[in-house]
Nanobody, 122 residues
Framework: QVQLVESGGDLVQAGGSLRLSCVVS????????MTWFRQAPGKEREFVAA???????IYEDSVKGRFTISRDNAKNTVYLQMNNLKPEDTAVYYC????????????????WGQGTQVTVSS
């Protein structure tokens, strides 16, 4: 059974930084696409960033230049470094894993973490 556990969410002021972590256990981490999604109150879950098993990286347009996704296969961990945070980044952030290629639809992901809250105050 695959388990994902996120951490690192917090309350920060606009312009601040946070680093989210997601530790994966249960299967071979290096084979997975790892993706961060977020969901704000009253909104649908949306794609933020993904890193494939081969290291290809994709970002949602609004986070390009501010967020950095990375993975450490030796630690079974994916990270999301978030800089220059804005109030509109406030959401619950989820990491998700799947086999195959990167896709943007949450329904295509088999494995999910419980989420970590990021709140950015203005």
């Amino acid at each position: 059974q695959v388990q994902l556990v996120e951490s690192g969410g917090d309350l920060v002021q606009a312009g601040g930084s946070l680093r989210l972590s997601c530790v994966v256990s249960g299967r071979t981490f290096s084979n997975y696409v790892m993706t961060w999604f977020r969901q704000a109150p009253g909104k649908e879950r949306e794609f933020v960033a993904a890193v494939s098993w081969s290291g290809n990286i994709i970002y949602e347009d609004s986070v390009k230049g501010r967020f950095t996704i990375s993975r450490d296969n030796a630690k079974n961990t994916v990270y999301l470094q978030m800089n220059n945070l804005k109030p509109e980044d406030t959401a619950v952030y989820y990491c998700a894993a799947k086999d195959g290629s990167v896709v943007y639809r949450p329904s295509r992901y088999a494995y999910w973490g419980q989420g970590t809250q990021v709140t950015v105050s203005s």
